[in-house]
């Protein structure tokens, strides 16, 4: 392809894109192919002569739209926000046509100092003090396994230069609450602790850990001689967007000197808000911290904030320094390759800082708001009306609910509910995540869409009760 | 930003990537600005009311550009090739534009299936057997990570399930070449096996692992209660592109049961060469593999290809499974976020089988064996030029050189080497990297860039010999 047909192809695509995103209503949010649909499309070989991609955008409505599930789709509701402004979508295409790789200060200065200043920026959004330094990595499971793994370096005084976890060392336990993510039991055990090791602690009637339940398992597992180490708190929970809390959580913490680690994935976001900010009390007090811009602020994925307090552990821990990748900068710049996993970074602080620039705070904060009141709204009409419920406090824009028919036993709600779900999301009309909390099936809608408004909430509750009704 | 504007910024982007790629040659390779140059160019707080994007290629030339070094400028010999054709920057917009998050099958299939095929293509298109199944992953970095804990999980019989690392069970124990990449001891130290486990096995004259030396060092450490777990042979040492002797490793990996975990990352795009695949006979004898599409084969970062033998083994070590990430369709389809640590997923098929389509099997050979015969093309002048040495092998096309002057000893050396490179990479026209070579100052040319063609390494090699001479 040479830069006219590049600048041609590169054109249409951006006029499709605008035009998908114009039109993005009129299509069912949940793709319905069937499973092997769309490799059935595909050649089971590469071409060996070049075919071009003459009719781009043909092919693109052809072969992969069929495929997808509209994540910005403003009847969005499964899941997680996961936004993607017009914004973020330029700065990715800036990222990609320039092509660096940002893995040291010198092999492009710009993709580190962008990232430092706009993470900088993005920390006092969200209210944090300066004793956090920022660094981009690709999702909050990942980064969690960074900071167990830190945790776990911390506590055995860096064993990983020596015997690491195979030592006759005292086992190092892990606390979380018992509806923390899946990916904090998945961080735990790939970092070696074992599932044994592993302490999920109960939860209260609004889902947060019970930080007395977490104190007795601390002192229980000192009493068998073994090493806490470090505890998740989380400040949204997947389900019910539950906040752990975490001041009195420090409190333990500190007495026994474990690590605290704070994932706020999805609800990182709503710290833009100062009213929202009484929900993560505590948080400054922790040792590390990841949410999420990529769902609900607006970049596009994968964009996670990791946030810590002491980058010299985790370069410590995950620092490298072969022949190959010194610099004459070494020293007096940030080398983002030693702060995390990977080696290779995109320069993913261009589609923030377009955002941001884009939109401004302002602009931030006005949507979360909004996003807020669409779930008050909704909480409160299902809440009003017979035969429904709200299972959860809803704290920011998650509203779990489920329909209750009289005379059903609760395996019957279970799949009168999950009926529901189904009916739903292949109606095309909305797509909602079923989910189930404390045993009980629910219905789980995530509010939080660029594009949703107040319309499409109200459209979804009218559905959600004609299908009910059914 | 409205659809409109989205339009023209996106036409003005798409036109000065073209434009910045026609015009690469007329910029300095690499970055010349000091530290904080970028930095203070941005304000320290992000705007409160939008700013909008409204001169959004001003805003590119004025704050971005002076801090990037040109990773597809034709005069880049740095590090790795890292290409991001015009077609793969497609598939990054097109990726960015539908903004899905392919986690799930069910989350938008054509991400899953997609990935699937064309991961099959490049499968084949490299000559492995269809006994292999391919995922993305960002880096070799962490899919090395990955791999190493799989093995990790084999040997200890899912010890992640029970107390991990932390049993009285024999410690396990990795073996890799002295020459491998250092992110294959970073990822067994994060996978918790300890620096005291690891054991870098001596290299040949080639800078080849000698196998001998491997056998002895699982043996002794046998004799000693250690568990042997796991071999990372390395296809093309990042240093000097050296070759492991696969088939050999995998003999003793078969006979002392050890996984073996194949590192090619760069060189594995040269197996499109049936002429290159006698470097890495015995692969498939391996357990997993990692090669990166995104360093020479064509799809911009990250796009990095994990094969692996067994991966219902992947997926009981990475998998999940909570009760708001079950869909449908579970057992019948592929959850590519049980395939390795992240949850999230980008589209990132989109770009590769975009540039697939783009040049066609035959194109990407072709570019491969440009850059071999200028690689040879260049150790062949280095070698008859007196003062100048080839010190390693040129299996591929990385060319380790240095420049002797009688009456030097070792530490002149060194910095006289040191003193051409800065020299080189200071004077714009060209970007390379110095490294170390069994203790000798080296100068690493690494050829690969998509417009790399001879003009520009002939150039090089005329500066290298100019600098020298002064």
Not at 197 to 223: C, K, N, S, T
Not at 265 to 292: H, Y
Request: with cysteine; glycine share 8%; net charge negative.
């Amino acid at each position: 392809m040479d830069a006219a047909e590049f600048r041609r192809l590169g054109h249409a695509l951006v006029d499709w894109i605008a035009s998908y995103r114009e039109t993005l209503e009129e299509r069912p949010v949940m793709s319905t192919v069937k499973p092997g649909d769309i490799r059935a499309r595909l050649p089971r070989s590469a071409p060996d002569q070049a075919v071009g991609l003459g009719d781009v955008v043909a092919l693109v409505e052809r072969d992969v739209l069929p495929g997808i599930t509209h994540w910005s789709h403003p009847s969005f509701f499964a899941y997680f926000p996961s936004n993607s402004s017009y914004a973020s979508v330029l700065g990715d295409l800036v990222c990609a046509g320039l092509g660096v790789q940002g893995m040291s200060w010198q092999t492009s200065p710009a993709a580190t100092e962008i990232e430092e200043a706009v993470l900088d920026w993005v920390r006092q959004l969200v209210g944090l003090s300066a004793a956090w330094t920022g660094v981009i990595q690709d999702t909050a499971s990942t980064a969690t396994l960074g900071a167990l793994i830190c945790a776990r370096e911390r506590a055995s005084g860096m064993a990983q230069t020596d015997r690491g976890l195979q030592s006759k060392a005292a086992p190092l336990v892990v606390y979380h609450s018992a509806h923390a993510h899946s990916s904090v039991e998945k961080a735990a055990l790939l970092a070696g602790y074992g599932k044994a090791h592993l302490r999920p602690i109960e939860v209260d009637r609004a889902f947060a850990m019970r930080p007395e339940a977490l104190a007795a398992a601390i002192v229980g597992d000192r009493a068998e001689r073994l090493h806490p180490c470090a505890v998740v708190a989380t400040s949204g929970t997947t389900n019910t967007t539950a906040f752990d809390p975490i001041a009195a959580i420090a409190d333990i913490c500190e007495r026994h000197k474990l690590w605290l680690h704070v994932d706020a994935a999805m609800a990182g976001t709503a710290m833009v808000l100062p009213e929202c900010r009484p929900l993560w009390e505590g948080v400054e007090r922790a040792d590390s911290l990841v949410f999420n811009p990529h769902k609900w602020m607006g970049p596009g994925f994968d964009l996670s904030a990791y946030y810590c307090r002491d980058p010299q552990h985790l370069i410590r821990v995950m620092g490298t320094n072969p022949a190959y990748l010194r610099t004459q900068q070494d020293g007096e710049v940030s080398n983002f390759r030693d702060w995390h996993i990977p080696l290779g970074r995109r320069f993913r602080a261009l589609k923030l800082w377009f955002h941001l620039l884009d939109v401004g705070a302002d602009g931030v904060r006005a949507r979360i708001r909004r996003d807020l009141a669409n779930a008050q709204w909704l909480a409160g009409e299902v809440a009003a009306t017979a035969g429904w419920e709200v299972i959860a406090p809803v704290a920011l824009q998650t509203v779990c609910i489920r329909h209750v028919v009289a005379g059903l036993d609760e395996p019957a709600l279970t799949e009168h509910n999950l009926d529901i779900s189904r009916q739903i999301n292949h109606g095309g009309r909305a797509y909602l995540t079923p989910s189930v909390v404390d045993g009980r099936q629910i219905l789980r809608v995530s509010i939080g869409s660029e594009r949703t408004e107040r319309r499409q909430v109200e459209a979804l509750w009218t559905e959600l009760q004609a299908v009910a009704a059914r």
